[in-house]
Structure formats: C-alpha cells, structure tokens
C-alpha cells in the first residue's frame, strides 16, 4: 500500500457494553504504538491484533485478532472456506525474515456470514477459530470492535495495515514487512455517489483521499481499519473490495464491523472480544452530500417527543415472526453478559420499562445492556443500537413489579426507535385487540427472530376483585419474552397496558383468561422515574394528565441504500499462489 505521514484521532471514551469486560481489559492497548505520524513501515509491535494468513506458505489475506482464539477477517478470501494448509501467523512483522515474536497456529473453523453476497460484496466479514489460544505479549494483542451505534463521520483518521501489494501488481520489496496507512473515513452518501447509488450499503465504510495516493491494496484483504479514541484502538472496518488501488474519488470500501456484534457474540459463546462505542464529535458533514438518485438526508431537526407511533406497523390479525424491522420499534432487548434474558419497552427518551422478576435484588446495572431496534437476536440488525445501564429501579408493591432502567443516553429516535405510551388511567374495553411480542429461543428459527401473538381483552370474570388488573386470552409466554409488552391501540396511538409476566393463567366460567396488573397500578412510580409522554394522536380517553418532553436533537445520521449488483469484484487470492501478480495486474483492477 502507498504511505503517508498523519495525525491521528482521539476522542472521549464513551459507552462500553459488559459483554466484553474481559476483553476491554486488554484490547486496543498496543504498549509498543505511540503512534502520532505515520511513516512507510509499521514499527515493530505498532499493530499485535495484524493476523497474515498463509495457505501452503503463502500470504494472502490479512486479518485481526478479537480474542485469544478468533482472528476477524473477510469473508471473501475464503470462497470457497478450506482449512487445508491454512495457517495464521501472529506477532509477523516481515514476510521473508525470520520474525522472533510470532506464533503460528492452524484453523479449526471458518466461518462465513451467511448473508454473505459475492456479487454486490455485501456481509463480507468472516471469523476464523484457532485450533488453541495463544497468550497475549506486547506483540500480540486483540483489538477492540466497534459496536453498535458507533458513528464514524467524513475525515475522522483511520489506519489501515497489511502486506499488500504498494500498487497493483507491484509486491511489496524484500523483506515484505508489514505496512501501514492513515487515510480519512469518507461518508457513505459521497462514497455512494463515488461508485455507484445503491453500491454502497449500510454494512459498509468507505476510507481514502479524494486525490488518491493513499490506499490498502491486493493483499491486504481481511484486514483491520483502525481508529483512536481515547488511547484505546477501535476497529471500524475490514478491508472488503475497491476499484483499482489508490485511485482518486474510489475510496476504499471496508465492510462495518459495527454492524455485527450480534453475530459476531452469537458465534463466540465465552470470552467474547471487546465492544467499544466509537463516538465522533462535531457534526456531520456527509449529511450535505448530493448527487443523482441519492436520497435526501433523514431530518435532525428537534422534534417534540411523543410516543405510541408505529409508522412501519400495518398490524391487523395474525401472529408469527415479526417480517420486518420498525413494526414494534419500542420493543428492546434486555441482556446481561451478551447474552438475552428478558423483553422490555422504551417508554421515555432514555428509560425502559420491563419485569422486576428479570433482575437479583439488588440489581446491579453494570451487568446490563439494552438493545433497541433489534429484529433479530442472531443475525444482522442494521438499525439497531446497544445502550449501557446506569441504574435500575423497583417497584416494590405485593405481587408482581415493574422495573425501570435508566440509559447512559439517549437513542437517536427513528421509524426504528420509538418509545410506547404508557397507561395511567385508560379503559380497554372487552373485546378490544391487543398484542405481545418477545424473544425466545424456542421460536424464530436460527436468527431467533421477534415474535409477536395476537390477543383479546376478556372479562375476568372471578378471576380478579380488583380494578388494578386486565386479561386477555391465552397465549404461551417463554422466559424471553418476560418484561415485554402488551400493547393495544387506542385513538391512533399505541399503548401499552401490561408488563408481561408469567405464571398468569386463571380459570373462569366459560374459559382460561390470563391476568395481568395494570401498568396504572404503578403509576406513581411511573411518574417520578418516567413521566408520561403525549400520544402521536390526541386521546380521548386520556384521564391523566401527561408530562410533555422534548427529543434530544443529539442525532447519528445514517444512510439507508440498497445493495445491487456491482461492477467490482472483491478478490480472493488465496487460490492464486504462483500466478498473484499476473492475475491481479491483469485480470483485477480492484484492491481489498
């Protein structure tokens, strides 16, 4: 690859999700990497998370060590995936001389995304499992991975490091040692109007000088896009396709690895790697960006907060898997150590609402984060984001209880992100239609997809005196889908009308009801934690009064486009040992 002196970036740490303590420990913390100006050869130990990954002796593709025993890389260098001969090489500085601080390992498992699409190189991200850890030195360290709700905005500095070639078609002189590159993040709205309107998606980065000069090239494919903040080493990207090396208004296209914690967590079950919230200051300024067939930027403008609206929700009869993303776009993922536990519901700018029964007593809020805007709980979610907890409160009344957890911020509200309306005093009439939704791992097929059941409003018959409950008909509840919703519309709005719980079946008369407390049972705790935010739609069955707040205007744009087929094609040398240089001077003009 071309070099180039730089300055790199710090910002302020910001959110840092308990899944990965263990390895935000360590990651992202190279002791040898004081790096403030690039230069032409990466220093000695600069970069101990750079994997080179050989095959019968040969490098090619590079990639980035996560944990102790995974290595990150693309998914395109391994079409189709063999592990004969394939041997990864940690602590490697030079590709010809001997390397006194590496440590070699061979490879039990590769794993493709399943999504992964050759055509329009869309998912190209794959994990490598080592066939035994190696043991961290100053040489050889994981790096922190970007996660979800990570903005990365045009210019913010990003390195990128391989042994690649330093044009294409040119290899890289005798000793082949490892080579790195600073080069600027360029939104995706100018990146897709640069390839091509719809080339570039949600999954992707694009990184390089609008002059060119500065690029990763063939040979570099699978390995890491790096950027600073706050001393600690994040990776944004991995280096996926491009046209030609270097070419001016052709950024570098890296696929995003914030868009894959979910999958990333779903395939390595213990010591998962360290998920960092990269967060950039400023604004911007992508959001100007125009050109033919690009849509127009989503508006930032401060809006007045209302809750109850489902723009993306058309519900009428039925129940199943939930199709599509935004249906439910309160609905939020409660997990403790990465892993789901319960349901849950935004109820207000930065407060969930969920089940007391899901947490110990007391509850420790540094065990959990919540996951709004998420439709899968193994698979791609591009529009989701994961928050940090800074405290949880419980009622405390007989029978069952609510809890309510305070974020460490605001989400940025969308179709995707909405917060629900809460009961405080309204009536469901019998008869009314209502839904739940929830995760669990026995439904949804592999992806573990939301699932939703609808429901009645029923008369209680005996089984309750008091006017603090509500039932509705039978429908089973698993321990995922505890703490979600039920959720009934009144007036145009959504409301929701009972925590779920279990154990709530009863007999009557004429036919089993399940029984529920009112959300207004709680009220007064609702109250001080919460406040109650006005319906998208005047209710008029809205007894209470409610407290109005304003949405924060603190947004991350993103661009929504659609992949197609493109007219570049991510490489996949490890099948081109001894015709390399012939077949990628000639026949690929694209870089990794």
């Not at 995974?70 to 260098?77: E, I, P, S």
């Not at 270097?246 to 998920?275: D, E, H, M």
């Not at 599509?324 to 109820?347: D, F």
């Not at 969308?414 to 739940?436: E, H, K």
Request: charged residues 10%; neutral net charge.
């Amino acid at each position: 690859m071309a070099l180039y002196k730089v300055i790199a970036v710090a910002t302020l740490l910001t959110a840092l999700t308990p899944e990965s303590l263990s390895q935000l420990a360590v990651c992202g913390r190279p002791p040898l990497n004081t790096r403030i100006v690039g230069g032409q050869v990466a220093p000695v130990g600069s970069w101990p998370w750079q994997a080179s990954l050989t095959q019968s002796g040969r490098h090619f593709c590079g990639g980035s060590l996560i944990n102790n025993q995974w290595v990150l890389t693309a998914a395109h260098c391994f079409q189709p995936p063999s592990t004969n001969n394939l041997v990864v090489y940690l602590g490697r500085q030079n590709q010809q001389t001997s390397n006194p601080n590496e440590v070699s390992r061979a490879v039990s498992r590769i794993i493709n995304h399943p999504d992964y699409n050759s055509a329009t190189n869309d998912n190209d991200i794959t994990l490598l499992q080592l066939t035994s850890p190696v043991s961290f030195t100053n040489f050889i360290q994981p790096v922190c991975l970007a996660s979800p709700g990570s903005s990365f905005y045009s210019g913010i500095n990003a390195w990128v490091t391989g042994w690649g070639t330093i044009r294409s078609g040119v290899p890289l002189p005798f000793p082949q040692a490892l080579m790195e590159v600073e080069v600027p993040i360029v939104g995706n709205r100018q990146c897709n109007c640069d390839y091509r309107v719809g080339q570039i998606t949600d999954n992707m980065i694009c990184a390089g000088l609008r002059a060119g000069g500065k690029d990763s090239c063939q040979g570099d494919s699978g390995g890491p896009l790096v950027s600073q903040q706050g001393g600690v080493w994040v990776q944004e990207g991995i280096v996926s396709f491009g046209r030609g090396c270097a070419l001016p208004n052709f950024p570098g296209v890296y696929t995003r690895v914030s868009q894959y914690q979910s999958w990333i967590n779903s395939q390595i079950s213990s010591n998962q790697p360290g998920f960092i919230v990269f967060t950039s200051t400023g604004t911007d300024s992508d959001l100007s960006v125009t050109c033919p067939g690009l849509p127009p930027p989503p508006t930032t403008a401060p809006q007045p907060m209302v809750c109850g609206s489902a723009s993306l929700n058309s519900r009428l009869l039925g129940g199943g898997s939930v199709t599509s993303a935004g249906v439910w776009p309160w609905m939020a993922s409660l997990q403790k150590n990465g892993s789901h536990v319960c349901g849950g519901t935004l109820v207000a700018e930065d407060a969930v609402l969920s089940d007391s029964g899901c947490f110990s007593s007391p509850p420790s809020p540094s065990e959990w984060t919540v996951v709004l805007g998420r439709l899968k709980q193994n698979g791609s979610n591009p529009f989701e984001v994961t928050l940090n907890v800074t405290n949880i409160t419980m009622s405390n009344l007989n029978g069952s209880n609510v809890a309510v957890l305070k974020l460490a911020r605001r989400p940025v509200l969308s179709s995707y992100i909405q917060p629900i309306c809460l009961d405080n005093g309204r009536t469901f009439a019998v008869g009314s239609m209502c839904w739940a939704a929830g995760w669990n791992a026995g439904r949804g097929g592999v992806e573990q997809v939301l699932q939703e059941f609808q429901t009645s409003v029923e008369n209680c018959g005996n089984a309750s005196a008091s006017g603090e409950t509500i039932c509705t008909g039978t429908f089973t509840l698993e321990q995922g889908d505890i703490g979600g919703p039920l959720m009934c519309k009144l007036d145009g709005s959504w409301f929701q009308a009972v925590v779920l719980t279990s154990g709530n079946t009863t007999g009557q008369t004429r036919a089993p009801v399940m029984v529920f407390p009112k959300l207004s049972r709680f009220q007064n705790l609702l109250r001080e934690t919460v406040g109650f935010l006005s319906p998208s739609v005047a209710s008029t069955t809205n007894t209470t009064p409610s407290t109005n707040t304003t949405a924060s205007s603190n947004t991350t744009a993103s661009t929504n486009t659609t992949a197609s087929s493109g007219d570049h094609v991510a490489h996949s040398p490890s099948f081109f040992f001894f015709l390399h240089l012939l077949v990628f001077s000639v026949c690929l003009p694209l870089f990794l």
